[in-house]
């Protein structure tokens, strides 16, 4: 009988002699008011790149993250992958790239720095930052913070290069 009682738990355990059954969990997406506003950030930073946006189909996957990015920030499940990666990486300079990917389960937010090497052998990263935001919130914001200050670096109105990629739940079904 006393053996009962000092049975202890591990973390994330429940104790399954409860009477009361377990609530239902929502399948979306539970962030706090500092959360949602890296989530408005993130909305407006979408904005901006639009314009570097070079045909329709980098339009549209901008677009269906800033749909994507209203859905999350209601709280809703997201069904797709995207990402939206915006370099400025010159022949013969250094350069930057921060890369924003919006998936089922995550935000991930992360930038490389490129150095440019001697001639002949391009660029290579030398630093890379990362930042992610899961379903049940708690970024690091100043991470994010930083991520943001160095996405201003990586747009340049002639230099830009943005590059977009979607994968719709269909998509991501069949690859399982």
Same mark, same amino acid.
Request: proline letters at 2%; one cysteine or more; glycine letters at 6%.
């Given at each position: 009988?006393?053996?009962?009682?000092?049975?202890?738990?591990?973390?994330?355990?429940? #104790? @399954?002699?409860? %009477?009361?059954?377990?609530?239902? +969990?929502?399948?979306?997406?539970?962030? =706090? #008011? =500092? #959360?949602?506003?890296?989530? @408005?950030?993130?909305?407006?930073?979408?904005?901006?790149?639009?314009?570097?946006?070079? =045909?329709?189909?980098?339009?549209?996957?901008?677009? &269906?993250?800033?749909? $994507?990015?209203?859905?999350? *920030?209601?709280?809703?499940?997201?069904?797709?992958?995207?990402?939206? @990666?915006?370099?400025?990486?010159? %022949?013969?300079?250094?350069?930057?790239?921060?890369?924003? %990917?919006?998936?089922?389960?995550?935000?991930?937010?992360?930038?490389?720095?490129?150095?440019?090497? $001697?001639?002949? %052998?391009?660029?290579?990263? &030398?630093?890379?930052?990362?930042?992610?935001? *899961?379903?049940?919130?708690?970024?690091?914001?100043?991470?994010? @913070?930083?991520?943001?200050?160095? *996405?201003?670096?990586? $747009?340049?109105?002639?230099?830009?290069?943005?590059?977009?990629?979607?994968?719709?739940? +269909?998509?991501?079904?069949? &690859?399982?």
């Amino acid at each position: 009988m006393t053996k009962d009682l000092a049975q202890f738990l591990q973390s994330g355990e429940r #104790d @399954d002699r409860g %009477q009361a059954p377990a609530l239902p +969990r929502s399948k979306g997406w539970h962030l =706090n #008011d =500092n #959360d949602l506003s890296v989530i @408005d950030d993130l909305h407006a930073k979408c904005v901006e790149w639009l314009s570097f946006a070079k =045909n329709g189909k980098s339009a549209r996957v901008i677009a &269906a993250a800033l749909e $994507t990015l209203e859905a999350i *920030s209601a709280g809703h499940p997201v069904a797709s992958m995207i990402e939206i @990666d915006v370099a400025r990486k010159r %022949q013969g300079e250094d350069g930057l790239s921060v890369v924003l %990917q919006i998936a089922p389960d995550r935000i991930e937010l992360s930038s490389i720095e490129w150095v440019w090497m $001697t001639s002949g %052998q391009g660029h290579d990263h &030398a630093h890379t930052l990362r930042a992610e935001l *899961s379903k049940r919130g708690g970024l690091d914001h100043d991470a994010v @913070d930083h991520w943001l200050y160095l *996405s201003d670096f990586a $747009t340049d109105e002639d230099q830009t290069v943005l590059l977009t990629s979607h994968s719709r739940d +269909r998509d991501l079904q069949d &690859a399982d």
